[in-house]
């Protein structure tokens, strides 16, 4: 089923159907799969720069993979927490969420929340990647707002404007909540365009995307990416959201907008006290890059991990000695108190072989990642066969050239 939208200001008209295709008897939305689209591009673009952020790309699809998981099940409890009405006695459509439904800023939320856990377990550094992934989160937000736009959702108040937008489903929307839109001060007239504040957002975010990425290779400090997104989105959000008719509400607040000032109000006043605070410094060593630390730049030859690793096992081997030489102390006690000295000797062995396996283990272990090193050196030299012909092909083509050599002497002295 289709349904028109049109711009009668531009004289542009949409046949518009929320339903893709069909799997089955399983309608396949156009919400779901713009949705789908924002998460690729986003993901292209956060592993596309992972070098320019010394971020491990193995772990950091560990922490991305997670973090879109909450995001989604964030952005559906945030919509439903502030929408209860809609749900409470049907609580089964709760995990609808096939035709909509989704809040941004709890989507935000869970990411962050998920993302710093995530980190933490997967030994990544949480402000580089959370400055990669605000790029690829404002390119996908800027996708995903047209779901919106196929679903009639989304819009504001009306306009005069020649971009203002209408349809039947819209119509029909502000004709039912039009006495609660008059209570918030919105009068409006269904019957009119409204705005179509789905594509402010989704240009504010595309224009935001295009900054952030221009400024990554200019950024200052971990973390200044994350604090400008905040900002720019928070900025955008707060004065779209005061256009829109369908806000989630507590009382006559609107969430997002509060929530777009703070994320505004809040990234600002730290941006300026952070650049402050490093003008006054005036020591380019203070808040560096993390990409231009010893530890980044091991994270980018491939090196930090594997070598962390070495030193986990050999901290392993320390505590084992550490507890082996605790336990030899207490039987040499309980010999000295005059108890049995078989059962003291019987415990001594127990300890020494425990430790002696537990270390043969470790050194096993690190004996075998140095051999798959070498080997893995070893590939990258030219085999010894390869160099006796490269040899061989050289010394003849020497010996050619000594004989081209003579053979023109000779001609040389018989022309003379």
Same mark, same amino acid.
């Given at each position: 089923m289709t349904e028109t939208i049109s711009f009668p200001g531009l004289g542009l008209e949409f046949q518009v159907a929320r339903v893709a295709f069909y799997i089955g008897n399983t309608p396949i939305y156009w919400y779901g799969i713009l949705i789908a689209l924002g998460l690729l591009a986003g993901s292209i673009y956060f592993f596309s720069r992972t070098k320019e952020f010394a971020v491990d790309p193995d772990r950091a699809s560990d922490v991305l993979l997670v973090a879109i998981i909450f995001s989604v099940i964030g952005a559906r409890l945030y919509y439903v927490l502030f929408s209860w009405e809609e749900f409470e006695d049907g609580l089964a459509s709760v995990f609808n969420i096939r035709q909509g439904g989704l809040a941004i800023y709890g989507c935000i939320i869970f990411a962050i929340l998920s993302a710093m856990l995530m980190c933490k377990l997967r030994k990544v550094k949480f402000l580089p990647l959370m400055d990669l992934g605000s790029g690829g989160l404002l390119?996908?937000? !800027?996708?995903?707002? &047209? #779901?919106?736009?196929?679903?009639?959702?989304?819009?504001?108040s009306n306009t005069?404007?020649?971009? #203002?937008?209408?349809? =039947?489903? +819209?119509?029909?929307? *502000?004709?039912?909540?039009?006495?609660?839109?008059? #209570?918030? #001060?919105?009068?409006?007239?269904?019957?009119?365009? %409204?705005?179509?504040?789905?594509?402010?957002?989704?240009? &504010?975010?595309?224009?935001?995307?295009?900054? *952030?990425? &221009?400024? =990554?290779?200019?950024? /200052?400090? $971990?973390?200044?990416?994350?604090?400008?997104?905040?900002? &720019?989105?928070?900025?955008?959000?707060?004065?779209?959201?005061?256009? /829109?008719?369908?806000?989630?509400?507590?009382?006559?607040?609107? %969430?997002?907008?509060?929530?777009?000032?703070?994320?505004?109000? %809040?990234?600002?006043?730290? *941006?300026?006290?952070?650049?402050?605070?490093? /003008? /006054?410094?005036?020591?380019?060593?203070?808040?560096?890059?993390?990409?231009?630390?010893?530890?980044?730049?091991? %994270?980018?030859?491939?090196?930090?991990?594997?070598?962390?690793?070495?030193?986990?096992?050999? @901290?392993?081997?320390?505590?084992?000695?550490?507890?082996?030489? @605790?336990?030899?102390?207490?039987?040499?006690? =309980?010999?000295?108190?005059?108890?049995?000295?078989? +059962? !003291?000797?019987?415990? +001594?062995?127990? +300890? =020494? $072989?425990?430790?002696v396996t537990a270390i043969l283990k470790i050194a096993d272990d690190i004996t075998q990642e140095a051999e798959e090193a070498a080997e893995e050196e070893d590939a990258k030299l030219p085999l010894e066969s390869d160099i006796e012909e490269e040899q061989t092909a050289s010394e003849q083509n020497d010996e050619a050239d000594k004989i081209e050599k003579t053979d023109s002497e000779v001609d040389d002295g018989t022309d003379n």
């Amino acid at each position: 089923m289709t349904e028109t939208i049109s711009f009668p200001g531009l004289g542009l008209e949409f046949q518009v159907a929320r339903v893709a295709f069909y799997i089955g008897n399983t309608p396949i939305y156009w919400y779901g799969i713009l949705i789908a689209l924002g998460l690729l591009a986003g993901s292209i673009y956060f592993f596309s720069r992972t070098k320019e952020f010394a971020v491990d790309p193995d772990r950091a699809s560990d922490v991305l993979l997670v973090a879109i998981i909450f995001s989604v099940i964030g952005a559906r409890l945030y919509y439903v927490l502030f929408s209860w009405e809609e749900f409470e006695d049907g609580l089964a459509s709760v995990f609808n969420i096939r035709q909509g439904g989704l809040a941004i800023y709890g989507c935000i939320i869970f990411a962050i929340l998920s993302a710093m856990l995530m980190c933490k377990l997967r030994k990544v550094k949480f402000l580089p990647l959370m400055d990669l992934g605000s790029g690829g989160l404002l390119l996908g937000q !800027a996708i995903g707002r &047209w #779901g919106n736009f196929v679903n009639h959702e989304a819009f504001g108040s009306n306009t005069a404007n020649p971009w #203002g937008m209408t349809s =039947a489903s +819209i119509t029909a929307y *502000l004709r039912q909540h039009r006495s609660s839109l008059a #209570g918030l #001060g919105m009068t409006v007239d269904p019957d009119m365009p %409204v705005h179509p504040t789905f594509l402010y957002e989704s240009l &504010w975010c595309l224009i935001g995307f295009l900054l *952030l990425f &221009w400024f =990554a290779k200019r950024r /200052r400090f $971990d973390g200044q990416i994350t604090l400008m997104y905040l900002g &720019w989105y928070g900025l955008g959000r707060f004065f779209i959201e005061g256009l /829109r008719t369908d806000s989630l509400l507590v009382g006559s607040l609107r %969430v997002s907008q509060l929530l777009a000032f703070l994320c505004f109000s %809040v990234s600002v006043a730290v *941006l300026i006290g952070v650049m402050s605070k490093i /003008r /006054r410094e005036g020591d380019p060593s203070y808040l560096m890059l993390y990409r231009d630390t010893e530890e980044g730049k091991l %994270v980018l030859a491939g090196k930090f991990y594997p070598k962390k690793d070495k030193v986990k096992k050999v @901290k392993e081997a320390e505590e084992i000695t550490e507890t082996m030489k @605790k336990d030899i102390e207490e039987v040499v006690e =309980a010999i000295k108190t005059e108890e049995d000295i078989e +059962i !003291a000797t019987e415990r +001594i062995e127990a +300890i =020494a $072989d425990e430790a002696v396996t537990a270390i043969l283990k470790i050194a096993d272990d690190i004996t075998q990642e140095a051999e798959e090193a070498a080997e893995e050196e070893d590939a990258k030299l030219p085999l010894e066969s390869d160099i006796e012909e490269e040899q061989t092909a050289s010394e003849q083509n020497d010996e050619a050239d000594k004989i081209e050599k003579t053979d023109s002497e000779v001609d040389d002295g018989t022309d003379n």
